[in-house]
């Protein structure tokens, strides 16, 4: 039974909402803010990305795919290039990398953070400077050092003392010396899930400023011949908006870097603040513009650095979500519509999607909130509260656990998800060998594959039993 007739919708189910989602006035209607800036409905309802008919797409490429608008990523790259413009911005290529994004970071003046030997071959592979590469990570191999000393990597930033030691005997058996940043904890605790929060105290990465192993491993650093000491480096976090995480942070990790200019004569060239700006998943978030986050953090640094009485180093932020968490959209076809009993008369509608969390983990590890709409059709049929689940066998496997959609939607109707860029298909899996979904980018009415629809045969070609 569809439970909510028009009217006896609040009644029914608006206890079972969270508080800030409200059914729409026209559930048809985008919510533009969630959306990368060239989607759009069309006159028949369809979702429309990049001049892209969402039912073209996926009849061309099948079904679920990522959705990259092309256009809108370099718009978002450029205007933290443009906002940021007195410091050195790095995509952080964790949130989603390929070689064609690669391409479009350099070609957009962007330089790129990536934290693994994988990260490191995609960007190579592209053509990236190594100049322009920053790597990091809490353990990073041998072969992993290796590579990115060897390539020429711009930066290096160390977390532990076993890296350090790791990196001085790599460099002098290679007559090289690594340039050196200092990952440390500013201990602040960032206003955001605890998985992804980095600068507080009990977690694995960097070095705590507050306990002095900071400033040891800056010094350690600085004494070693093999190494260069570029500055220091700081990220609080990710999916933050409240900048006053940011401001604590830099604060104290202006004070260090004063502190090693004082004590250890030493002006560290660079300072990096990390990533972190927050995006808009639902209409509860708000982010802040790059130009206005420039000018904040500007500030702050040209302040405290004053205020120490040092000169003002070379900034740089990383920024991943911001960039491409708003420029792609999943797009999923509906397998089966059920309406579930709840207590109290209420039920819920549970809308089975041909992904899940093999495609998007973040609902199910972060509890994140997704939003999403009716993709291939207009619908004049009341809202209903639907909660848009994966083919997965796990009873957490949720896409959207809240929304409203057209309580018409039925098997065969596509779904898109917005804001599904950073930390989607990077963080996708083969989990019950559900082969990984296309991205596709769209741009001016044309698509372009980027990375093609992972196969059976793909997953197979693993499995060594599978040839007899
Ligand atoms: C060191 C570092 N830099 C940058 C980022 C990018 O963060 P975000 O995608 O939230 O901007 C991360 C991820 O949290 C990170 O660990
Ligand atoms: N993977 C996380 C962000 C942490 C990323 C890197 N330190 C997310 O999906 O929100």
């Not at 005997?169 to 206003?191: C, F, I």
Request: aromatic share 6%; proline share 4%.
């Amino acid at each position: 039974m569809r439970a909510h007739e028009a009217g006896t919708l609040h009644a029914d189910i608006g206890h079972r909402a969270p508080p800030w989602l409200r059914a729409p006035g026209n559930a048809n209607d985008l919510v533009t803010q969630l959306w990368s800036t060239n989607s759009k409905k069309n006159a028949e309802g369809a979702l429309e990305v990049g001049g892209v008919d969402v039912r073209d797409l996926l009849a061309e490429h099948g079904s679920p795919a990522y959705v990259l608008d092309e256009a809108d990523f370099r718009a978002r790259a450029r205007a933290f290039k443009e906002g940021f413009k007195d410091f050195d911005v790095y995509y952080a290529g964790k949130a989603f990398l390929c070689t064609t994004v690669v391409r479009w970071v350099m070609e957009e003046g962007l330089n790129l953070d990536i934290c693994s030997g994988g990260e490191l071959a995609v960007a190579l592979r592209a053509g990236a400077d190594p100049a322009r590469l920053g790597f990091h990570g809490n353990n990073k191999s041998v072969s992993e050092l290796t590579r990115a000393l060897e390539a020429g990597v711009g930066r290096i930033i160390v977390d532990s003392h076993d890296e350090i030691s790791r990196l001085i005997e790599l460099a002098a058996e290679r007559d090289l010396v690594a340039p050196v940043m200092v990952r440390v904890t500013a201990g602040v605790e960032a206003h955001t899930h605890e998985y992804i929060a980095t600068a507080h105290e009990d977690q694995k990465f960097g070095f705590s400023i507050t306990s002095g192993a900071a400033y040891e491993a800056v010094a350690r650093v600085n004494e070693s011949p093999e190494l260069r000491l570029l500055g220091l480096h700081s990220h609080i976090g990710s999916q933050i908006f409240d900048s006053s995480g940011f401001e604590v942070a830099a604060r104290r990790v202006i004070a260090l870097h004063a502190r090693v200019s004082e004590e250890l004569g030493v002006d560290m060239p660079e300072l990096d603040l990390g990533g972190g700006f927050g995006i808009a998943y639902t209409t509860q978030d708000d982010p802040a513009d790059p130009a206005q986050l420039a000018t904040e953090m500007g500030k702050i640094v040209e302040h405290e650095c004053r205020a120490f009485g040092v000169d003002v180093p070379k900034v740089s932020i990383e920024p991943g979500r911001a960039i491409v968490g708003p420029a792609m959209c999943t797009v999923y076809s509906v397998g089966t519509v059920k309406d579930v009993a709840l207590d109290a008369g209420a039920s819920r509608t549970y809308v089975s999607v041909d992904g899940g969390m093999s495609d998007n983990i973040r609902t199910a590890l972060y509890d994140a909130d997704y939003s999403c709409t009716l993709a291939n059709r207009h619908s004049d049929a009341e809202p209903t509260l639907a909660r848009v689940v994966g083919k997965h066998c796990e009873s957490g496997d949720i896409v959207v656990k809240d929304e409203f959609l057209p309580s018409d939607v039925k098997p065969g109707d596509l779904v898109a998800v917005p804001g599904t860029g950073a930390y989607c298909r990077s963080m996708a899996s083969n989990y019950n060998h559900v082969p990984r979904p296309p991205v596709i980018a769209v741009k001016d009415g044309q698509t372009r594959v980027v990375i093609r629809r992972e196969t059976e045969d793909d997953m197979l070609i693993l499995d060594m039993g599978a040839a007899q």
